[in-house]
């Protein structure tokens, strides 16, 4: 079974989802893991709420932009399935730890 380093995980996220930059923030501030994980999870929220902002706005009339519209809902649904694998990953590690015998 190999391990992949984060550095290859990281090329994988796009820069427009806007997850990309939070290692270099954690590196330069040093903030801790659970610090670094809820920042991940505010700007998943944030494009959560762009894209339904931008959906409404559809609907409402506002704007006409569909190209922009269909972007925005899929980096939220980008970052959320990422987020989610991301926690499957850490209670799978977490279950590993829990079955070790001391």
């Known amino acids: 079974m190999s391990v992949n380093s984060i550095?290859?995980?990281?090329?994988?996220i796009p820069?427009?989802?806007g997850l990309s930059n939070i290692n270099e923030e954690s590196k330069a501030s040093g903030i801790s893991f659970g610090e670094y994980l809820?920042?991940?999870l505010m700007k998943v929220t944030d494009l959560e709420n762009n894209s339904d902002?931008?959906?409404?706005d559809f609907a409402l009339g506002k704007t006409?932009?569909?190209p922009e519209v269909l972007?925005?809902?899929e980096k939220?649904?980008?970052a959320l399935?990422?987020?989610m694998q991301i926690r499957n990953k850490i209670l799978d590690a977490y279950s590993e730890i829990m079955r070790m015998q001391i």
Do not use: R
Not at 7 to 12: A, D, G, I, M, N
Not at 53 to 56: A, H, R, S, T, V
């Open 7 to 12: 550095s290859e995980v990281k090329q994988l």
């Open 15 to 17: 820069d427009s989802v």
């Open 38 to 40: 809820n920042s991940a």
């Open 53 to 56: 902002q931008l959906k409404e």
């Open 64 to 66: 006409d932009n569909i």
């Open 71 to 73: 972007l925005a809902g």
């Open 76 to 78: 939220a649904s980008v």
């Open 81 to 83: 399935q990422f987020t």
